[in-house]
């Protein structure tokens, strides 16, 4: 399995960025996948899932501002960010969910500068 994430990079806070997860070795409609994130010096975090039914929960900072799709034609997952902050810096990662720990792969990073 390989899930490559990519589409970050450094963006002025009140912006948008769109992520991209593209999964090799994955049947999306036979898992849940998740965006997570991990902040310099703090534990990584689930942002939002998404179920092969196509239903999405948020975690609540990114309630309003993001948006987890997926595309099963392309096997891709795609996270939509608006309203960029500067607490949303982190390297942000694909996984199914619940992640599986062996699934990790670089993740992207995301830098909102203020």
Do not use: H
């Amino acid at each position: 399995v390989q899930l490559q994430a990519s589409g970050g990079g450094l963006v002025q806070a009140g912006g948008s960025l769109r992520l991209s997860c593209t999964a090799s070795g994955i049947i999306f409609t036979a898992n849940d996948m998740g965006w997570y994130r991990q902040a310099p010096g703090k534990q990584r975090e689930l942002v939002a899932r998404i179920s092969f039914r196509r239903s999405t929960i948020y975690t609540d900072f990114a309630k309003g501002r993001f948006t987890i799709s997926w595309d099963a034609a392309k096997n891709t997952v795609y996270l939509q960010m608006n309203s960029l902050k500067p607490e949303d810096t982190a390297v942000y990662y694909c996984n199914v969910f619940p992640p599986v720990p062996d699934y990790w792969g670089q993740g992207t990073l995301v830098t909102v500068s203020s």
